[in-house]
């Protein structure tokens, strides 16, 4: 059985060894199991070997979120990466059990691992609860949504330049969901923007620039019509920059922005955003790439908490028919072992990934092919080895 410590679960196993086969350091970092040969069974002694393996919740959520999220753990696993999965149920289901789409046990298990791995979650248009992903990500108190976007070997699509990353503020906004109706046929919602929270996602896009080697940070706005709310925003933003002088630091109106990045995406780096601006920016930017099935994300929070999903929906079309298209939550899973230190894993997911894409022969149907989920991650499984 595993000791649980933090996030990690603790394992011992016994090694025989000789004088020349002798583990150098018998505890392993986190995830990573004891190399082949170090352990000779013929041998003389016997010592423990201490292992890690992570603890990460896993939401497979609805639709082709079961599907796309076993193939994403398959691919961790084949990686060679030790993980205990704790699989949590969230979604449509859980609303008629709990009344909630996120039962609490959810929210208390992303909290104990502070690292979760999740599929995407339908959300009723115009009526029905609320979203399950919002929800996720306020209680959890998920604040930076990121988003990469870049131009994938293989890929048909317009640009062969893309490389910039979407830093979105996660937690107020429009997104605030507080609407209420002034008099019959006058809806009024509120736009929620705090010093707070845009300083907070304004320190974290000019990090993430600094640790990644990034070069520009772009703030995106509507100022010139929202002069309080967007102005708070500019505000913050500019606080930002003074401080990390090292990273260029531009603003832009979010309509020129969407024409910018349809006429040179090469330009834009980092790109940091309210919540509505991030959340129709990043679909665009997947666009330019290739598609939602290729696009994958991060919710960061404090103390470590952080959940990997892709962009995409649940298509129920073809959900339980073999037929969707994995990658982009595989690529979140890559997201998730960079931040767990996993960097090698993570590195040779990505590089299987674009092996596949650039060879072609086993791409699902939203990518030209005639694969299957199970065809397309057997090929990223085979390129891992």
């Known amino acids: 059985m595993p000791h649980i410590i933090g996030r990690y679960a603790l394992f011992y196993t016994e090694c025989h060894y000789n004088s020349t086969t002798r583990p150098v350091n018998p505890v392993r ?80 298990s992303v909290i104990k691992n502070r690292v979760a791995l999740k599929g995407p979650i339908a959300t009723p248009i115009g009526t029905g609860f609320s979203s399950a992903n919002v929800t996720l990500r306020k209680r959890l108190n998920l604040f930076a949504n990121v988003r990469p976007a870049k131009t994938l070997p293989g ?112 330009r834009f780096d980092v790109m940091v955003m309210e919540n509505l601006y991030g959340d129709i920016l990043s679909d665009l930017a997947s666009g330019l790439v290739g598609g939602l099935g290729l696009t994958a994300s991060s919710n960061m929070g404090d103390h470590g908490v952080a959940m990997f999903e892709a962009v995409h929906g649940s298509a129920p079309d073809i959900a339980g028919r073999n037929l969707a298209n994995p990658i982009a939550v595989i690529l979140s899973a890559a997201l998730m072992l960079q931040h767990l230190e996993e960097t090698e894993a993570a590195q040779n997911v990505q590089q299987a990934v674009e092996k596949v894409l650039f060879e072609g022969k086993h791409l699902t149907g939203d990518l030209g092919g005639k694969a299957t989920t199970n065809e397309i991650t057997d090929a990223i499984i085979r390129a891992l080895q």
């Open 155 to 266: 890929v048909k699509s317009r640009y062969d330049n893309v490389d910039l990353v979407i830093v979105r503020e996660n937690s107020e906004d429009l997104y605030s969901g507080l609407e209420h109706i002034v008099v019959p046929g006058v809806v009024e919602s509120l736009k929620i923007i705090s010093e707070t929270a845009c300083l907070r996602i304004g320190k974290y896009a000019f990090d993430y620039a600094l640790r990644n080697k990034r070069k520009k940070v772009t703030a995106v706005h509507k100022a010139n019509i929202m002069k309080l709310a967007d102005g708070l925003f500019l505000d913050c933003m500019r606080r930002a920059a003074r401080d990390c002088p090292e990273i260029q630091y531009e603003e832009m109106i979010v309509d020129a922005t969407c024409m910018n990045m349809v006429m040179h995406p090469e």
């Open 29 to 108: 970092p986190a995830g990573k199991l004891p190399p082949h040969g170090e352990c000779n069974s013929n041998t003389q002694h016997t010592e423990s070997i201490l292992f890690m393996s992570h603890l990460i919740t896993l939401i497979p959520g609805d639709g082709i979120g079961p599907e796309v999220t076993e193939a994403a753990v398959r691919v961790v696993e084949a990686a060679g990466v030790s993980c205990i999965w704790e699989k949590m149920d969230a979604g449509a289901d859980m609303v008629n059990k709990y009344g909630t789409p996120v039962p609490d046990e959810v929210i208390n």
